[in-house]
């Protein structure tokens, strides 16, 4: 089972592919999580990604380009995987084109004003878990549920940087959308749904393939 996922940031692309991952026991593989460990090691290479990250813009294709190549190589992923943030722009899909076969890709469609609200009230934690200030508040203000660390705010996640990406994303992205339509490849879920029905929506088209 190999899913590609497009969507805007925000649209809830990690949540999804954290549950379709769990559930048909396949690797997700999400650029920006790579990305953000690369920048967490303090390479040359991750400062850079950094760079690029905190101001709201795609990092360059080839970088991109190389760090999937790669992963795609690993024997787990032999089976089937989930690609959350992947490919960003025309260039990327195209490469992509070349390194797999037999894929879907699921849009996850959300409008610019949800996507704002969702993202600026949204807190992570380093173990992984992600909150929302109204929609999924911890139990305790700041705080992690799961391990008790302090929740924090992604630098791409303010107000300024958002409107950033989304311009980015508009420009940049949503031209996949025509792209992978014309191929045949595309089904398109409503993101505005609740998280379950979106997975719903998710498991029907992940078993017809
Ligand atoms: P995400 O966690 O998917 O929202 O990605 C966070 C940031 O990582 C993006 O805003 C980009 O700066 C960078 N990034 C992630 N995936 C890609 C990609 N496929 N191409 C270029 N930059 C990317």
Same mark, same amino acid.
């Given at each position: 089972m190999k899913i590609v996922l497009l969507g805007p940031p925000g649209a809830g692309k990690g949540t999804q592919a954290d549950l379709i991952s769990e559930k048909y026991r396949i690797p997700k593989i999400s650029t920006g999580d790579l990305l953000r460990a690369t920048a967490n090691a303090g390479t040359p290479l991750g400062?850079? =990604?950094?760079? #690029?990250?905190?101001r709201g813009l795609l990092v360059p294709d080839d970088v991109l380009i190389e760090l999937i190549k790669e992963k795609?190589?690993?024997?787990?992923?032999k089976k089937g995987f989930i690609l959350d943030g992947f490919p960003r722009t025309l260039a990327? =899909?195209? =490469?992509l084109q070349k390194l797999i076969k037999?894929? &879907?890709v699921i849009q996850i469609d959300l409008s610019d004003e949800e996507i704002t609200k969702r993202l600026s009230g949204r807190r992570m934690c +380093?173990?992984?878990s992600s909150y929302h200030i109204e929609s999924i508040p911890p139990a305790k203000d700041g705080v992690c549920d799961k391990c008790g660390c302090t929740l924090y705010q992604r630098d791409d996640d303010k !107000? !300024? &940087?958002?409107?950033? @990406?989304? *311009? &980015? #994303? @508009? +420009?940049?992205t949503a031209p996949l959308v025509e792209f992978y339509r014309k191929r %045949?490849?595309? @089904?398109? &879920? *409503? %993101?505005? +749904? %609740?998280k379950d029905k979106i997975f719903g929506e998710m @498991? %029907?088209? =992940?078993e017809s393939i």
């Open positions: 400062k850079k =990604a950094k760079e #690029y990250m905190n795609l190589k690993e024997k787990s992923m990327q =899909a195209e =490469a037999g894929f &879907v +380093k173990c992984g !107000e !300024e &940087v958002i409107r950033k @990406r989304l *311009d &980015v #994303y @508009r +420009k940049e %045949g490849l595309l @089904r398109v &879920v *409503d %993101g505005s +749904k %609740g @498991r %029907g088209i =992940a």
